[in-house]
């Protein structure tokens, strides 16, 4: 009779295994920076009463997350997002009573 265990037919055989991992790169600030954005050009082609204020809040919370982590590109976003807000806040003339500079 012949011996069905030989060396080379072992089953505890050795498997190569690939391990991937995948990094999320985190931009905090980015997110919201953007979102300021397109509220700060939306507050400047339509009614800036409605998205100037939004815009505000998501710069101030993009401005706050992108210093805290001290991101470079979260930081031009954000810079963006403030000069279309104030822009927006300028092209308003509701918004420029509301906070006293109609005058202007």
Excluded: Q
Excluded at 55 to 74: R, W, Y
């Amino acid at each position: 009779m012949s011996d069905t265990t030989s060396p080379h037919n072992d089953c505890t055989s050795e498997k190569n295994v690939i391990e991937v991992r995948y990094e999320k790169k985190d931009n905090p600030g980015m997110v919201s920076s953007i979102v300021g954005c397109i509220m700060a050009v939306l507050g400047i082609l339509t009614l800036g009463v409605v998205f100037c204020p939004i815009a505000l809040v998501c710069a101030i919370i993009g401005l706050i997350n992108a210093t805290s982590a001290e991101e470079s590109n979260s930081l031009g976003i954000n810079m963006l997002a403030w000069i279309l807000t104030i822009i927006g806040f300028v092209t308003s003339p509701v918004l420029l009573g509301i906070i006293g500079l109609s005058a202007l």
